[in-house]
């Protein structure tokens, strides 16, 4: 089977995928810091959420590349907006909890650090990134002569190790990183957090004034 498939091509994807994936971002960041805060169980919630909007996403750009819908770049951008929103909105409310030294146990808002829910938000509040796949996938369709075993590879490929990277991160914040540097760690997380968010929005509003031309 593995005959059928292009190795030296398919090796040049994983390798890729891995570098995109370790380079930090709203959902790196969002996960570690959970795991930073609350531990394992929250922080694996979380990236079940963030995988699952990946998976959303990646639907969308094998339509895209399949010629079955057309996306406007400007809805996407307001689409975009919104998600840089929420996810501005999640980090001031990280920061507020930590500013506050309130416990993860007994706090009453303790659900809002990370989660399956705000997880999938923060994963799918790109959508640009249907934009991404859509570029960077063709790229490597090649690897075997048909096209559906081809996506398909491509896709099971880059949702195990958009799994296993994030997973490797969480057991290497819960494992690595000292008790005491962790709330450190999450309130840095929160901040680069909100900074991604004003620049999302920034890009973003570029991006609508297509629907206006």
Not at 133 to 149: C, E, K, L, N
Request: charged letters at 10%; one cysteine or more.
């Amino acid at each position: 089977m593995m005959a059928e498939f292009n190795l030296a091509l398919l090796s040049t994807y994983i390798i890729a995928v891995l570098f995109l994936l370790l380079t930090p971002g709203p959902v790196v960041l969002l996960v570690t810091g959970t795991a930073a805060r609350v531990g394992y169980a929250r922080a694996f919630l979380t990236l079940l959420g963030t995988n699952l909007a990946s998976l959303v996403l990646i639907t969308f750009a094998v339509l895209a590349i399949a010629g079955a819908v057309t996306l406007n770049s400007g809805y996407l951008s307001l689409l975009g907006i919104g998600g840089s929103l929420f996810i501005g909105w999640g980090a001031v409310q990280s920061l507020r909890e930590l500013r506050a030294h309130r416990s993860v146990r007994e706090s009453d808002t303790a659900v809002q650090t990370g989660g399956f829910t705000r997880g999938f938000f923060t994963g799918i509040s790109n959508p640009k990134d249907i934009l991404f796949f859509v570029s960077f996938f063709p790229q490597f369709i090649a690897i075997s002569r048909d096209f559906t075993t081809s996506i398909t590879t491509l896709c099971l490929l880059w949702i195990l190790f958009d799994f296993a990277v994030m997973a490797g991160y969480i057991v290497a914040i819960k494992r690595f990183l000292p008790v005491t540097q962790s709330r450190r760690f999450a309130a840095c997380a929160a901040l680069f957090l909100l900074l991604l968010a004003v620049c999302g929005v920034a890009l973003s509003l570029t991006g609508v004034k297509s629907l206006f031309l």
